[in-house]
């Protein structure tokens, strides 16, 4: 019988990418939470795991040649996961580098943006002292929407973001998406792009993957100590 994956994950758009995957994949998995608000992710432990002490990560029991794997970095583990299962990477290698570009685009864009524009528009204002600086939340604002842009004119081109599939490139990209009104954004002018986010919504592996552990997902605006971990610089 084939041992479960471990997961070591909290709920944040990053953490639900693996998460909404191994619901798609039908992977067993386990779960364990990294508590990035109380500092989990710099425990001795995790960072051997993971080195740049975010999360998620993975181990697979099963790794290459039937040896245990880990592998951090939400990306990477995607493009692992969509290898071992031969799932939601296409069928082609013109499929697989479409796949790749849009899952590079939201790891260098999407995920860094819309998580800055959270930041100076929802955490910094409610820090003591308060940090309301306009030029960064216009500025981050201002690229999340020309972002949402691009995506929006290539869904009024396919149906996904990689052509007429379902895939990795879609999970890593819609939980970010999905916050876009935390993000000040609007969808009046994204139609294909709010069709996309109700699309995979309805999906049932990304309702279970999105519903992991949700009740612990928490607002870092009303917890000082919370701020202090995951804002100030740690080595």
Known sequence: MTQPIELFFWPTPNGWKVSIALEE??????????????????KPDFLKISPNNRMPAIIDPDGPDGAPVSVFESGAILMYL??????FYGTTERDRIAVEEWLMWQMGGV??????????????????????????????????????????RRLAESRY????????????????????EGQQQTLDDKPHMKRWLDELAARPGVQRGRALFAEKRGDFRKDQNAQDTLFKPRG
């Not at 943006?113 to 929802?122: D, N, P």
């Not at 003591?128 to 929006?152: H, I, M």
Request: avoid cysteine; charge should be negative.
């Open 161 to 180: 973001v990689a052509g007429d599939f379902f895939s990795i490139a879609d999970m890593s990209i819609w939980g970010w998406a999905s916050l876009w």
């Open 25 to 42: 994949m039908g992977l067993p998995y386990t779960t364990h939470l990294v508590n990035i608000g109380a500092g989990d992710q710099f």
């Open 82 to 87: 969509a290898r071992k299962t031969g799932q």
């Open 111 to 152: 995920g860094p943006m819309a998580g800055q524009a959270h930041h100076f528009l929802k955490y910094a204002p409610a820090m003591d002292p308060p940090n309301d600086l306009p030029y960064a939340k216009d500025r981050y604002r201002n690229e999340v929407a020309r972002l949402y842009g691009v995506l929006d």
